[in-house]
């Protein structure tokens, strides 16, 4: 993913709303992906992860969709709350590989 | 289960100085992966480890970073000599096995300042 220095994009959302937060990816031979949280002064948490045999995948409160045609792939938090603040980064695995590309990260601010 | 280790969290240092991080992964992750992270962006892997041996280290900048895992567990990151652009959070991460679809676990970071 391409740097963007210390200007994150930013998600603000209300407590209680739902969040999508949006990755493209670069590969079309990337067959498995996976979102991460990052909170201040922490390592990437593993979220949830999609095959690309699939296009939707449920969590308890995320989602993530995956459009292979257009290769988008989205994170949905359901009834956001505010220890959700974070970080956002998707990540590409290729095919036959186990290397990761992180994408550009998103960052998700609640506000009350 | 316990998860990935790092040490140290904070470390300061001069440019010119060395430094050295400490990695123990997951018990029975046999692959083992060094990432840099630079502040606002999203890691970029140095080191990939298959038990005791390199798999991928084509972006580690190999005049000044090595890395080692020797027993195939723990392993070690040293910078000598450190420059201001190395200051970054550096990220142990580990996995069970190889190939895609493999779920990596990441550590809690070693955050370095270079003055």
């Known amino acids: 993913g391409e740097s963007v220095g210390l200007h994150l994009p930013t998600l603000s959302v209300q407590e209680g709303d739902n969040s999508i937060i949006n990755c493209a990816y670069s590969?079309?031979?990337?067959?498995?992906f996976i979102w991460y949280k990052q909170e201040s002064g922490k390592g990437p948490q593993f979220i949830i992860d999609?095959?690309?045999?699939?296009d939707k995948r449920q969590g308890q409160r995320v989602t993530v969709l995956l459009n292979k045609t257009v290769k988008h792939l989205s994170l949905q938090i359901a009834a956001t709350q505010p220890g959700d603040s974070a970080v956002y980064f998707c990540?590409?695995?290729?095919?036959?590989?186990?290397?990761?590309?992180f994408g550009t990260g998103t960052r998700l601010q609640v506000f009350p | 289960e316990a998860g990935v280790a790092q040490s140290p969290r904070y470390k300061i240092i001069e440019k010119r100085q060395s430094v050295a991080f400490w990695c123990n992964p997951i018990?029975?992750?046999?692959?083992l992966y060094w990432y840099q992270q630079i502040l606002g962006q999203g890691p970029k892997l140095l080191i990939q480890?298959?038990?005791?041996?390199?798999?991928?280290d084509s972006q580690l900048p190999k005049d000044r970073f090595s890395a080692e895992r020797l027993k195939g567990v723990d392993s070690t990151l040293k910078i000598q000599p450190a420059k201001l652009e190395d200051s970054a959070v550096y990220l142990c991460?580990?996995?069970?096995?190889?190939?895609?679809?493999?779920?990596?676990?990441f550590g809690e970071g070693s955050w370095l300042t270079v003055v």
């Open positions: 999609i095959r690309s045999n699939m």
């Open positions: 990540a590409e695995n290729m095919w036959n590989t186990d290397k990761l590309i």
């Open positions: 018990s029975g992750h046999a692959t």
């Open positions: 590969n079309s031979a990337s067959d498995y």
């Open positions: 480890f298959q038990n005791n041996g390199v798999v991928d």
């Open positions: 991460a580990s996995s069970s096995f190889v190939g895609s679809g493999n779920t990596i676990y």
